[in-house]
C-alpha cells in the first residue's frame, strides 16, 4: 500500500470518528430535557436546547388506569373539549380503522393572541413483546378549509408514550413541538404551551376513570 492511499485511508477514517462523536452531539443536544414545573406527579420539561421558536415540551405521569382506558380517551374525539386544555371544538373528519382517525380542532388562546386550528392525524400502535403503545397525532394539511380571524397549525407533532408498569397502572410519557404561526410572541406561547399540558394531564386523570371508559377493553391493545 502505498503512502499516499494510506494517508487518505487514515484521514477518511478520522473523518468518520468526528462526524460519528458530532452527530453524538447533536443527538444529545436534541434530546436535552429541561424540567419546567410540577403539579400532582405530572413534570413538564423544555427542550432549550431546540432552534425552534417555540420549546418542544415533554410530560411525564404516571396513571391508575389500563393502556385501553388511556388509549380510549384519546381516540374519543368529541369528548377532548372535557380535558384538552383551551379546546373549544373538535370534530372528527375521517375514521379509518378503530386504531387510526383525522380530526379537526380549534383552540382558544389568550389574549392578545387570536384562536387556532388544525387538523391531526391519529395512529395507535403497540410492541407486542413490551406492550408499550405509541400514538402519533401530527397535523396534517389541507382536510379542512382555513377560516378567517383564526391561524391554521401546519406544524405540530404530538406523541403518547403509553407503558404499563403493573396492574392498572400505565406511565406516560408525552411530547409535542409545534409552531403555533401568527405573531404572538414566543414567550406568550411558551407560557401557554406549559401551562396547558399540565392541566390537560390533571383532567385527563379524572377523564380516564370515567364509566365509560373504566373497564373498557380495546381488541388491537394488549393491557
Request: hydrophobic fraction near 45%.
Amino acid at each position: 500500500m502505498s503512502l499516499l492511499i494510506w494517508k487518505i485511508i487514515m484521514n477518511y477514517k478520522i473523518f468518520l470518528i468526528i462526524l460519528s462523536f458530532a452527530g453524538s452531539k447533536l443527538l444529545h443536544a436534541q434530546e436535552h430535557w429541561v424540567f419546567k414545573t410540577e403539579s400532582e406527579g405530572i413534570k413538564v420539561y423544555n427542550n432549550i436546547l431546540s432552534a425552534a421558536k417555540v420549546k418542544p415540551i415533554k410530560v411525564e405521569c404516571t396513571f391508575n388506569a389500563t393502556a385501553s382506558q388511556l388509549v380510549a380517551v384519546l381516540l374519543d374525539i368529541k369528548h377532548y373539549t372535557d380535558w384538552v386544555y383551551k379546546t373549544k371544538l373538535t370534530t372528527l373528519i375521517k375514521q379509518v380503522s378503530p386504531a387510526e382517525l383525522y380530526y379537526y380542532a380549534e383552540i382558544d388562546m389568550p389574549w392578545p393572541a387570536q384562536n387556532r386550528d388544525f387538523a391531526a392525524h391519529i395512529t395507535v400502535s403497540q410492541n407486542r413483546d413490551t406492550k408499550v403503545v405509541t400514538v402519533d397525532a401530527p397535523s396534517v394539511v389541507g382536510l379542512v378549509p382555513e377560516k378567517d380571524n383564526i391561524f391554521r397549525i401546519h406544524e405540530s407533532k404530538g406523541k403518547w408514550v403509553i407503558t404499563p408498569v403493573g396492574n392498572d397502572r400505565v406511565n406516560v410519557t408525552y411530547f409535542l413541538q409545534i409552531d403555533p404561526g401568527g405573531a404572538a410572541p414566543a414567550w406568550l406561547i411558551n407560557i401557554f404551551i406549559a401551562e396547558g399540558p399540565l392541566q390537560s394531564f390533571k383532567k385527563l386523570k379524572l377523564q380516564v376513570q370515567k364509566s365509560a371508559y373504566k373497564s373498557i377493553s380495546l381488541p388491537f391493545i394488549h393491557n
